[in-house]
Protein backbone atom coordinates (compact mmCIF):
# COMPACT_ATOMS: atom_id res chain seq x y z
CA UNK A 1 0.00 0.00 0.00
CA UNK A 2 2.81 2.35 1.21
CA UNK A 3 4.59 1.63 -2.30
CA UNK A 4 1.21 2.86 -4.31
CA UNK A 5 0.92 5.75 -2.76
CA UNK A 6 4.50 6.99 -2.96
CA UNK A 7 4.34 5.96 -6.78
CA UNK A 8 0.99 8.43 -7.05
CA UNK A 9 2.25 11.29 -4.06
CA UNK A 10 6.00 11.56 -5.80
CA UNK A 11 5.38 12.53 -9.19
CA UNK A 12 2.46 14.75 -7.90
CA UNK A 13 4.66 16.66 -5.60
CA UNK A 14 7.31 16.81 -8.29
CA UNK A 15 4.79 18.96 -10.30
CA UNK A 16 3.48 20.49 -7.31
CA UNK A 17 7.25 22.29 -6.75
CA UNK A 18 8.05 22.83 -10.50
CA UNK A 19 4.83 24.86 -10.88
CA UNK A 20 5.69 26.69 -8.18
CA UNK A 21 9.22 27.71 -8.65
CA UNK A 22 8.19 28.22 -12.26
CA UNK A 23 5.48 31.02 -10.67
CA UNK A 24 8.56 33.06 -9.55
CA UNK A 25 8.92 34.17 -13.60
CA UNK A 26 5.72 35.99 -13.85
CA UNK A 27 5.89 36.85 -9.87
CA UNK A 28 9.73 38.38 -10.30
CA UNK A 29 8.58 39.71 -13.46
CA UNK A 30 5.86 42.45 -12.29
CA UNK A 31 8.20 45.65 -12.55
CA UNK A 32 9.57 44.86 -16.38
CA UNK A 33 5.93 44.13 -17.08
CA UNK A 34 4.14 47.07 -16.22
CA UNK A 35 7.07 49.14 -17.75
CA UNK A 36 6.69 47.69 -20.91
CA UNK A 37 2.60 48.12 -20.84
CA UNK A 38 3.02 51.56 -20.16
CA UNK A 39 5.00 52.61 -23.17
CA UNK A 40 3.33 50.23 -24.93
CA UNK A 41 0.23 52.14 -24.01
CA UNK A 42 2.03 55.79 -24.28
CA UNK A 43 4.15 54.90 -27.48
CA UNK A 44 7.40 56.21 -25.26
CA UNK A 45 9.66 53.52 -26.41
CA UNK A 46 10.08 52.13 -29.73
CA UNK A 47 9.56 48.28 -29.75
CA UNK A 48 10.80 47.10 -33.17
CA UNK A 49 11.86 43.85 -33.93
CA UNK A 50 14.83 42.32 -32.42
CA UNK A 51 15.45 44.71 -29.72
CA UNK A 52 17.35 43.85 -26.70
CA UNK A 53 15.63 46.09 -23.73
CA UNK A 54 17.79 44.41 -20.66
CA UNK A 55 19.30 48.03 -19.46
CA UNK A 56 17.16 50.40 -20.94
CA UNK A 57 16.85 53.38 -19.16
CA UNK A 58 13.14 54.45 -20.37
CA UNK A 59 11.87 51.04 -19.41
CA UNK A 60 13.83 51.41 -16.18
CA UNK A 61 15.38 47.73 -16.65
CA UNK A 62 18.50 46.63 -15.81
CA UNK A 63 21.05 43.70 -16.61
CA UNK A 64 19.12 40.29 -17.33
CA UNK A 65 21.96 38.86 -14.33
CA UNK A 66 20.06 41.76 -11.95
CA UNK A 67 17.18 40.03 -11.46
CA UNK A 68 18.60 36.53 -10.68
CA UNK A 69 16.18 34.75 -7.75
CA UNK A 70 17.05 31.56 -5.76
CA UNK A 71 14.99 29.83 -9.23
CA UNK A 72 16.10 32.14 -11.58
CA UNK A 73 19.26 32.69 -13.33
CA UNK A 74 18.17 36.01 -15.54
CA UNK A 75 15.76 37.30 -17.52
CA UNK A 76 16.27 38.28 -20.36
CA UNK A 77 13.71 40.97 -22.13
CA UNK A 78 13.58 41.36 -26.21
CA UNK A 79 11.45 42.60 -28.98
CA UNK A 80 10.43 39.60 -31.29
CA UNK A 81 8.26 42.00 -33.49
CA UNK A 82 6.96 45.38 -33.41
CA UNK A 83 5.44 46.22 -30.75
CA UNK A 84 5.45 42.22 -29.01
CA UNK A 85 7.79 41.71 -26.37
CA UNK A 86 8.72 38.77 -24.52
CA UNK A 87 10.32 38.26 -21.14
CA UNK A 88 12.42 35.01 -21.00
CA UNK A 89 13.44 33.60 -17.70
CA UNK A 90 16.16 30.87 -17.63
CA UNK A 91 15.89 28.65 -14.37
CA UNK A 92 19.14 27.45 -12.50
CA UNK A 93 20.38 23.90 -13.18
CA UNK A 94 18.91 21.28 -11.02
CA UNK A 95 16.31 23.83 -9.66
CA UNK A 96 13.03 21.88 -11.27
CA UNK A 97 12.29 18.14 -9.81
CA UNK A 98 11.78 16.51 -13.27
CA UNK A 99 14.83 17.91 -15.44
CA UNK A 100 17.86 16.94 -15.91
CA UNK A 101 19.96 18.30 -13.49
CA UNK A 102 22.25 20.04 -16.21
CA UNK A 103 19.36 21.78 -17.97
CA UNK A 104 18.50 24.81 -17.61
CA UNK A 105 14.83 25.29 -18.48
CA UNK A 106 13.40 28.70 -19.75
CA UNK A 107 9.61 29.90 -19.66
CA UNK A 108 8.77 32.57 -22.18
CA UNK A 109 6.30 35.25 -21.21
CA UNK A 110 5.11 36.90 -24.59
CA UNK A 111 3.41 40.36 -24.95
CA UNK A 112 -0.45 40.42 -26.24
CA UNK A 113 -2.11 43.62 -27.01
CA UNK A 114 -5.57 45.05 -28.21
CA UNK A 115 -6.48 48.57 -28.04
CA UNK A 116 -5.71 49.55 -24.63
CA UNK A 117 -4.90 46.23 -22.71
CA UNK A 118 -1.77 44.58 -22.70
CA UNK A 119 -2.15 40.51 -21.64
CA UNK A 120 1.14 38.65 -20.83
CA UNK A 121 0.85 34.94 -21.67
CA UNK A 122 3.27 31.96 -21.36
CA UNK A 123 4.70 31.69 -25.03
CA UNK A 124 4.51 27.87 -26.72
CA UNK A 125 8.51 28.46 -26.68
CA UNK A 126 10.89 27.57 -24.03
CA UNK A 127 11.71 24.07 -22.72
CA UNK A 128 9.26 24.12 -19.56
CA UNK A 129 7.16 21.96 -19.58
CA UNK A 130 3.26 22.80 -20.62
CA UNK A 131 2.08 21.02 -17.23
CA UNK A 132 4.21 23.58 -15.07
CA UNK A 133 3.38 27.07 -16.85
CA UNK A 134 1.19 29.26 -15.42
CA UNK A 135 -2.39 28.97 -16.74
CA UNK A 136 -3.45 31.53 -19.07
Not at 87 to 92: A, G, K, L, V
Amino acid sequence: IIGILAAIAIPQYQDYIARTRVSDCPASSGNIKQSVAQALQDGSVTFSSGRDLNSNASLATVSDASYATSNILNVDIDTVADNVVTITCTFRAGILPGYLSTATPTLILQSRSNEANIRWVASAGGTVLAKHKPKQ
